[in-house]
């Protein structure tokens, strides 16, 4: 069955120090995968995406991930967070199955301290 | 280019009524895809429309259903409404002419079902 797991629920880091959130997906296929960021009450903002080529992908707001297929992993990282990263983060992946669609996973809220 | 709108941003409805919500795709896209998130959940997919038929649909009742009209705007219906309908809906749009990858989001209709 196509899912997508995000183990951590809740992450809690310092303003400035390192960030990771991780990503595990379950697809037979080549994946389509997605990073999303989502503030309190609002839509969701793109923040990368991953279709082929290069396995570091670089995205907005100094976000990157990396694809391990080996792994079946696309996680986030930031070298510094700042305090207005205090959001929700969607990990997603793009199947097609029967019709094109996005499974996301539960999301990981992330909590800065300053 | 106009960005996918949806409409209305908030609404409260009563358990047991039913509620029309709206989504105007992104120009030039011609598909249009509905996701459920609730409260502490990733969004899941409701349906897909394309070409005015629908093209796919989640694990929903038939009482969730919709239209797609010529302009490619969309609409979400939901009759007999369950206190569980309480959600953000969330539309995307994508276009099937430059194949599968990317949907992108409105800002979401918040229903609270009382």
């Known amino acids: 069955a196509q899912s997508v797991t995000q183990p951590d629920i809740h992450i809690t880091v310092s303003e400035g120090a390192s960030l990771e959130l991780r990503c595990n997906y379950s697809y037979g296929a080549t994946p389509y995968l997605f990073w999303y960021v989502q503030s309190p009450g609002q839509g969701l903002q793109l923040l990368l995406k991953y279709f082929s080529g290069d396995t570091l992908v670089q995205g907005i707001k100094g976000f990157e991930a990396e694809f391990k297929r080996s792994q079946s992993s696309f996680n986030l990282r930031k070298p510094s967070v700042h305090w207005s990263d205090a959001a929700e983060y969607f990990c997603a992946v793009g199947v097609t199955s029967g019709t094109y669609k996005y499974i996301f996973g539960t999301g990981t809220r992330l909590k800065v301290l300053a | 280019e106009t960005g996918v709108t949806q409409s209305p941003t908030h609404l409260i409805k009563t358990r047991g009524q039913q509620v029309t919500l709206r989504c105007s795709s992104q120009?030039?896209?011609?598909?249009v895809s509905w996701y459920q998130q609730a409260l502490g959940q990733g969004p899941q997919f409701i349906f897909q429309?394309?070409?005015?038929?629908?093209?796919g649909r989640g694990n929903f009742p038939p009482r969730f259903s919709g239209l797609q009209f010529p302009n490619y705007s969309s609409e979400l219906n939901v009759n007999a409404l369950e206190l569980d309908d309480s959600a953000l809906y969330l539309c995307a749009s994508s276009s099937v002419l430059t194949g599968i990858g990317e949907q992108y989001f409105g800002p979401g209709t918040r229903l609270t079902v009382t």
């Open positions: 429309y394309y070409r005015e038929e629908e093209n």
């Open positions: 120009s030039g896209h011609n598909t």
